[in-house]
């Protein structure tokens, strides 16, 4: 028992992050969207935030001597001074090192909103030793000093962009550890395996090389499971975070751009009944009952001389070749006609809702030649406000299968865990199909290894710093 306990001491080390790595340097930014608003936050994180705010900060009650003492965890009512100058009246708070966000020293300037205050105040803190923080720096310090690990990092930024309840709650799960937790008791079942087949290899005496192989096929059967029903939840998880990527589609008039605005409940597209009036993509977000659509509208499709129509046309097209989903429309008090057909046809191979519109009016639309379509297709009336639950369903049974608790379903949302942990389930399934084959326990220990390093990656251990910084350019200053 005390050689394995040694053996897993050695992965942990193998796979842990480089301990705290407290930055010496002070860092600073406006944390706020800049502009009209109540408030605005200057946020400064490093040793010497406590010194920047004792220097350029003045109780109110205490004009008289502008070093005093500023007790942690209170906000304090006064003024910030630029040699002698009274640039806006604030309130400050000071929080200290470990307990804070970034687990450094950490000072935040509430000032009045708009953009002169903030950025002079700024201006007046990169004075002192200090310098303007880079993007998501302050959340990549949180990372490197050990508070976070970098699934709760990349939670962060996918709370910032969330556009519906759903993704946000999904992020949030991501925040409190839920993902993390689930890979890390993985790899803490995969470093018992190693540890089992080290003691195997170098002290044969204490262990039976059936019994470490026989045990290691359940385990990694176990663990693929556990794994591949993560990796199936991340197409929804795509969905849920960037939404499902819609191109309205159809030829002119049918009413494409009314069935955008139907959806949107605003007027977003000019409608008109002259034919081309839409000669460039619009594209909008909008949450339908929980479901996020990237809604793009596009100019009708049709043969036609005139330039800027033309491409329209053309980029509709190359709209199509991205989308998730498109939403055809036909025109039903009009025949079917040579560009619905060219359409149909463009199509075939995409995931699609058949729309049939204007059904108030006398139908006219043959689809005899159309069977799948007839028999799919939504009929609606934009003009009526008819047909959008029709829609909603269609969407949900396209893209949702069976029902999504988010409060007991832990679901991925991130390409990069998507793709790290079927790299980690290919490494498993080697080392189940050498142990098929007969191999020695020798040989799947290289790739339980793999498994182990990919799972590692999730979660921030043993991680580049090129891959830390690319993850941390997509995040805003001062988060």
């Known amino acids: 028992m005390c050689i394995m306990y040694n053996k897993k001491l050695y992965f942990s080390f193998k796979l842990e992050r480089n301990g705290d790595m407290m930055r010496e340097d002070t860092i600073a930014s406006i944390a706020t969207f800049p502009g009209n608003a109540g408030i605005n936050i200057i946020r400064i994180s490093g040793d010497n935030a406590l010194n920047i705010a004792e220097n350029i900060f003045e109780k109110k009650k205490n004009k008289s001597n502008i070093n005093m003492n500023l007790k942690p965890r209170y906000l304090h009512y006064g003024f910030i001074l630029d040699e002698g100058k009274v640039v806006d009246e604030v309130l400050l708070s000071y929080m200290k090192a470990p307990n804070t966000y970034t687990k450094e020293d950490i000072v935040e300037i509430n000032c009045h909103g708009g953009v002169i205050s903030a950025k002079k105040i700024l201006d007046i803190v990169l004075n002192y030793d200090c310098r303007l923080a880079e993007r998501g720096e302050f959340t990549k310090r ?5 508070r976070i690990d970098l699934t709760q990092a990349e939670a962060v930024i996918d709370i910032i962009n969330s556009k519906t ?5 999904i992020s949030v799960n991501h925040l409190e550890g839920r993902l993390s937790k689930e890979i890390n008791n993985t790899i803490d079942d995969i470093m018992d395996l190693l540890a089992n087949i080290e003691v195997n290899i170098d002290f044969p005496e204490y262990d039976e090389d059936e019994i470490t192989i026989s045990k290691a096929k359940e385990k990694c059967s176990e663990i693929v499971y556990k794994i591949d029903k993560l990796i199936q939840t991340a197409d929804t998880g795509k969905i849920f975070k960037e939404g499902i990527k819609t191109v309205i589609l159809g030829k002119p008039n049918v009413g494409k751009s009314s ?14 009944e002259i034919p081309g009036t839409t000669r460039d993509t619009i594209e909008e977000y909008v949450n339908i009952k929980g479901i996020p659509l990237r809604i793009i509208d596009t100019a009708g499709i049709r043969e036609t001389e005139d330039i800027v129509e033309k491409i329209g046309v053309e980029k509709a097209l190359s709209k199509v070749d991205e989308a998730d989903l498109v939403i055809m429309v036909f025109d039903s008090s009009r025949e079917l006609e040579e560009e619905d057909k060219k359409i149909i046809e463009y199509i075939e191979n995409k995931k699609v809702i058949y729309i049939n519109n204007k059904s108030d009016l006398d139908n006219k639309l043959e689809l005899q030649n159309y069977d799948y ?6 009929n609606i009336s934009v003009l009526k406000s008819t047909g959008l639950q029709e829609i909603i369903n269609k969407i949900t049974d396209m893209f949702f299968k069976g029902s999504i608790n988010l409060d007991n379903d832990l679901i991925i949302n991130n390409l990069r865990h998507k793709n790290l942990l079927i790299k980690a389930k290919n490494s498993l399934k ?7 084959d007969g191999f020695s326990i020798d040989f799947i220990e290289i790739d339980l290894k793999d498994a182990l390093e990919s799972l590692g990656l999730i979660v921030g251990k043993a991680v580049s710093d090129d891959l830390i910084d690319k993850i941390f350019e997509e995040f805003c200053i001062g988060k």
């Open 373 to 378: 379509i007839k028999q799919n297709i939504i």
């Open 142 to 146: 949180a990372f490197l000093n050990g």
């Open 259 to 272: 069935l955008m605005n139907f959806l949107l409940n605003e007027n977003r597209a000019i409608v008109t």
């Open 165 to 169: 309840d759903s993704s946000h709650e």
């Open 430 to 436: 080697e080392v189940l199909k050498s142990i098929d």
